[in-house]
């Protein structure tokens, strides 16, 4: 027998002190024995077992705590199931426990008000029956009934919509039944007439003694104030009041026997198409809608009597549908819905649309995506490239380059990625389009950020990770002849853009086997021109140098491009100099990441330059390393020798005493 153990319920528990072979004692190891907390006796009577063979007594004094359930489900009092009994309780089904729950109200079966009622007689609730399954969604969705929706599907808002309906729902039927009673303009007793006739008798008050004026307005002002209530709301809840709303107007009818034009909030026939014009709340399965969802109405019109119908709607109801769509994943849908939708609320429906290249991608179609960045919906409205932000025009970069999009629904949500989609936009296609986009966009433009990202995507692999993460690649260098072709004709490529011009790029040099590094060194001029324009704008020059990668041919040939401007290279060098100071860390996480090949090849590339401002850079990144050794484990095996090679005459005096304490250090490493 093994030690005793003593829990602090004062439950006895005997555990085997022969644990060489747990498993395979275990079976018959165990007696469990059910006994009360407060019955000695039974405690007595239970320690007294004990199974011989493997001399053990187990002894639970403890009862299992009962959990909140159905009460269909409960251990302690039987269940008798039938289809749909509401008029008495079946056999002991009406019994409880004190965690029963109601299957119909969703609450404690003792709170239950329609418990044993009969005509309801929830206590014979259960979920294996239709019936009793419908009863439950109705109780627990409430007036969303009308709505068809699956009580999953409810959330806050919805709910919260539904509550504001229901309140209305009810002042509503109050007021249409007053007006369904009318207003007596005259009765018999209120006889005007001079000769003050018999009533009944009189041939003036006869003709009025019978009519009823039935006067509208409190109902038209009740329903105007709820709409604009609603318009306050959250589209999910908007679009739940507003489509109440019209559901319930539509079903009034006027008792009047007679026309009574008495004004177009007074009188039904005027003040109900009014309302439902300004709600303008077509069902899912409206005929306009449903061709226009399917594609088979790109404009959203239509003729019907010989007028003309549009899809036009408020912009709460657009709202909705536009969530509901992106919850279903009908991406397609929703941009056709988009694109032909029409509402008085221009600037809501435009950032709407500025979604429509982001649900493309999502859908798979990654070039049109590309393509509607630069699409105007109409003559007044600018293009959504407009109002990208660099965060936006960076994550449209990796989709198009990749094929894959973000899980979530948002820029924002980029943690987790959906890989391969769709086919990615070709090259050439790319760099036209993105680089029209910058041209388009003063603020991307300005923006290094934007350029670094372009340089990024262009020397990375079309493979993205699962957590959005790119894998850059080191491209071959073109020969010169190739790299003076696309140079010539870089100038009048890149002006064309800028006019928005449709550029055909020429075959001979961006459709050949050089078709990315010609995008490549395109995208290189586009960097060079917008350095010689808007410098004096950008943050910073770093991220942009670091973009290149392992590149160090293409980044070269940048520098060098910098080389005939004077001026903007010394501003260029300058902002490199302060981006090390306030930027150390980030270069410093790159470094261990590349390791010293890459640092000593960045080195040897400025100190390679005869410019003695681009050498400078080279003895600035130095310093970092020198300043950051404990950072820099690496240090150690940089190219020691290779560096030498640079103590020569060209370097300028400064610089050469700086290299040579740079390489003292790492000598003594």
Same mark, same amino acid.
């Given at each position: 027998m093994g030690p005793e153990r003593e829990d602090s319920e004062g439950s006895v528990i005997l555990i085997s002190d022969d644990e060489t072979d747990t498993e395979a004692t275990l079976g018959n190891s165990v007696v469990l024995i059910e006994s009360s907390e407060n019955s000695d006796l039974e405690q007595k009577k239970s320690e007294e077992i004990v199974d011989e063979e493997s001399e053990l007594v187990v002894t639970f004094c403890k009862q299992g705590m009962v959990m909140p359930h159905a009460r269909h489900d409960c251990m302690t009092h039987p269940f008798e199931r039938t289809e749909s009994e509401t008029c008495i309780p079946v056999k002991q089904n009406s019994d409880m426990c004190g965690q029963c729950y109601c299957y119909v109200c969703d609450k404690l079966a003792s709170e239950c008000q329609y418990w044993m009622t009969s005509a309801?007689?929830?206590?014979?609730?259960?979920?294996?029956?239709?019936?009793?399954?419908?009863? #439950?969604?109705?109780?627990?969705?409430?007036?969303?009934?009308?709505? $068809?929706?699956?009580?999953?599907?409810?959330?806050?808002?919805?709910?919260?919509?539904?509550?504001?309906?229901?309140?209305?729902?009810?002042?509503?039927?109050?007021?249409?039944? $007053?007006?369904?009673?009318?207003?007596?303009?005259?009765?018999?007793?209120?006889? +005007?007439?001079?000769?003050?006739?018999?009533?009944?008798?009189?041939?003036?008050?006869?003709?009025?003694?019978?009519? +009823?004026?039935?006067?509208?307005?409190?109902?038209?002002?009740?329903?105007?104030?709820?709409?604009?209530?609603?318009?306050?709301?959250?589209?999910?809840?908007?679009?739940?009041?507003?489509?109440?709303?019209?559901?319930?107007?539509?079903?009034?009818? =006027?008792?009047?026997?007679?026309?009574?034009?008495?004004?177009?909030?007074?009188?039904?026939?005027?003040? +109900?198409?009014?309302?439902?014009?300004?709600? $303008?709340?077509?069902?899912? =399965?409206? #005929?306009?809608?449903?061709?226009?969802?399917?594609?088979?109405?790109?404009t959203g019109e239509q003729k019907k009597n010989g007028k003309k119908e549009f899809l036009w709607e408020v912009l709460t109801v657009i709202k909705a549908r536009t969530e509901k769509m992106e919850t279903m994943g009908q991406y397609k849908e929703l941009v056709r819905y988009l694109r032909a939708v029409k509402c008085n609320e221009g600037i809501g429906l435009r950032d709407l649309r500025d979604k429509i290249p982001f649900y493309l991608c999502k859908s798979g179609d990654f070039t049109s995506a590309a393509y509607s960045l630069l699409l105007p919906f109409n003559n007044l409205a600018c293009c959504t490239a407009c109002r990208l932000t660099p965060l936006q025009f960076e994550s449209y970069l990796k989709m198009f380059w990749t094929g894959s999009v973000p899980a979530g629904m948002d820029f924002h949500d980029s943690d987790e990625w959906i890989?391969?989609?769709?086919?990615?936009?070709?090259?050439?296609?790319? !760099?036209?389009?993105?680089?029209?986009?910058?041209?388009?966009?003063?603020?991307?433009? #300005?923006?290094?950020?934007?350029?670094?990202?372009?340089?990024?995507?262009?020397?990375?692999?079309? !493979?993205?990770?699962?957590?959005?993460?790119?894998?850059?690649?080191?491209?071959?260098?073109?020969?010169?002849?190739?790299?003076?072709?696309?140079? =010539?004709?870089?100038?009048?490529?890149?002006?064309?853009?800028?006019?928005?011009?449709? +550029?055909?790029?020429?075959s001979d040099v961006f459709y050949g086997s050089l078709n990315l590094e010609a995008c490549f060194l395109l995208t290189i001029q586009a960097v060079l021109q917008m350095l010689l324009t808007d410098l004096p704008w950008l943050t910073s020059f770093l991220e942009i140098m670091l973009a290149f990668g392992k590149n160090f041919w293409a980044l070269k040939l940048f520098l060098e491009g910098l080389l005939s401007q004077m001026p903007v290279l010394h501003d260029v060098v300058s902002m490199i100099a302060r981006d090390l100071s306030y930027q150390k860390n980030t270069l410093l996480k790159l470094w261990q990441t590349l390791g010293p090949d890459y640092v000593g090849e960045l080195l040897c590339l400025f100190l390679s330059f005869r410019n003695s401002q681009l050498q400078s850079v080279g003895i600035y990144l130095s310093h970092v390393v020198i300043e950051n050794l404990n950072q820099c484990p690496w240090a150690k095996s940089l190219d020691v020798f290779r560096l030498k090679a640079f103590r020569r005459p060209h370097l300028e005096t400064a610089n050469y005493l700086q290299l040579n304490k740079f390489v003292s250090i790492l000598e003594n490493l």
């Open positions: 309801s007689c929830h206590c014979n609730a259960h979920n294996k029956s239709r019936f009793w399954k419908d009863q #439950r969604n109705f109780t627990l969705t409430g007036v969303l009934v009308i709505f $068809n929706l699956e009580p999953t599907e409810i959330d806050t808002d919805l709910r919260h919509g539904g509550e504001l309906l229901f309140k209305f729902l009810r002042e509503l039927s109050i007021q249409y039944n $007053n007006y369904l009673s009318g207003e007596i303009v005259l009765s018999l007793q209120d006889c +005007v007439c001079p000769s003050k006739q018999t009533p009944g008798q009189c041939s003036v008050c006869s003709q009025f003694q019978n009519e +009823v004026i039935y006067r509208y307005s409190d109902v038209f002002n009740l329903v105007s104030s709820f709409i604009n209530k609603a318009e306050k709301e959250k589209p999910k809840s908007a679009a739940v009041m507003l489509l109440g709303v019209a559901r319930e107007i539509a079903l009034h009818k =006027d008792p009047a026997q007679s026309w009574q034009n008495l004004g177009p909030s007074e009188s039904l026939k005027l003040a +109900v198409p009014f309302l439902m014009s300004s709600l $303008n709340i077509p069902s899912w =399965d409206h #005929r306009l809608l449903t061709t226009v969802l399917r594609g088979q109405n790109v890989l391969n989609i769709g086919s990615p936009v070709k090259c050439c296609t790319l !760099i036209k389009q993105v680089l029209r986009v910058l041209y388009s966009n003063q603020s991307l433009y #300005r923006n290094s950020r934007c350029w670094s990202a372009l340089i990024t995507i262009l020397v990375s692999s079309p !493979i993205l990770e699962q957590n959005g993460l790119l894998t850059t690649l080191t491209l071959r260098e073109p020969p010169p002849f190739f790299r003076q072709m696309v140079c =010539d004709v870089s100038f009048g490529i890149l002006e064309e853009l800028r006019l928005k011009v449709n +550029v055909s790029l020429p």
